[in-house]
């Protein structure tokens, strides 16, 4: 009976295992996508200072366009007005005037040759961040399928877990299985776990060498006294499946 105890609750605890590896999973993996939406928004952040950026050369070329045409009709002006001047102060006032719009459009076609080339350099770069947002996207879009089906397998995983945790709950007393969702409750996974020569494996901590004498007899499912899991001795285990994989060799023969 004590071994058939033991066994149901070495089987519960198995299950319980890979039902806490199953929810950690679940929760760790939507943050993947987290990360991956994070890494997408920077890059559209990104893009959006580059369009503005954009925008801005742009509206500067168009002013220097304008006030290029702007000042080339006046410079026309002017140089039709020059064979009607009447005196050498008028003709020299025009003069200085026509050569401020000469060199106030030479200083604005260096600026647009300026800004163009940082056109050039801003169209380049958002054209690589376009390029890294299509792969992001791609990327997201598996990561986003794969996490899908991650989830349906451990849901499914999981539900084939909790029926077999209620048929194993179901082998073990009452009473113990209280125990053990008790301990659970309180302590990290795992509640039961096995003595090897006197050592604790849930905290590593020798027990007392009569509780171990105790153990041994295998009467009572017992508790460390260090860290409070439900303890067994492990050659119980070991010599219970031992003894069954015989059986099963000689009903084969």
């Known amino acids: ?3 058939k105890q033991i066994e ?11 039902i806490v590896l ?8 939507p943050q993947q996508i987290t990360e991956l939406e994070k890494r997408r928004q ?18 500067q070329q168009k002013r220097l366009d304008s006030e290029i045409e702007s000042d080339s009709v006046r410079l026309k002006k002017s140089k039709s ?16 005037e026509m050569d401020n719009l000469e060199k106030q459009n030479r200083g604005r076609e260096e600026e647009k040759i300026t800004v163009s080339e940082e ?11 376009d390029g890294q ?39 073990v007393p009452k009473p113990i299985l209280q125990r053990y969702e008790f301990i659970r409750s309180r302590l990290k996974n795992p509640v039961i776990v096995p003595v090897h020569a006197g050592i604790c494996s849930g905290c590593h901590i020798a027990i007392p060498p009569q509780a171990f004498i105790e153990l041994q007899k295998g009467i009572q499912i017992l508790s460390c006294p260090n860290c409070q899991r439900l303890i067994y001795w ?10 069954n994989e015989d059986g099963a060799e000689a009903a084969a023969e």
């Open 1 to 3: 009976m004590y071994l």
């Open 8 to 18: 149901q609750l070495v089987v519960l605890q198995k299950v319980d295992d890979e």
């Open 119 to 129: 056109l050039s350099r801003q169209n380049g770069e958002l054209a690589e961040i």
């Open 133 to 171: 947002a299509k792969e992001l996207d791609s990327e997201l879009t598996v990561a986003r399928q794969s996490l899908d089906d991650r989830i349906k397998q451990a849901e499914a995983r999981l539900g084939e877990l909790k029926l077999r945790r209620s048929e194993a709950g179901q082998a």
């Open 22 to 29: 199953l929810q950690d999973e679940l929760k760790r993996a």
């Open 42 to 59: 920077d890059i559209e952040d990104n893009a959006e200072v580059v369009r503005d950026k954009l925008k801005y050369l742009t509206d």
């Open 81 to 96: 007005k020059m064979m009607q001047v009447g005196n050498q102060k008028e003709y020299h006032a025009m003069m200085r």
């Open 234 to 243: 492990s050659e119980h285990i070991e010599s219970e499946a031992k003894a």
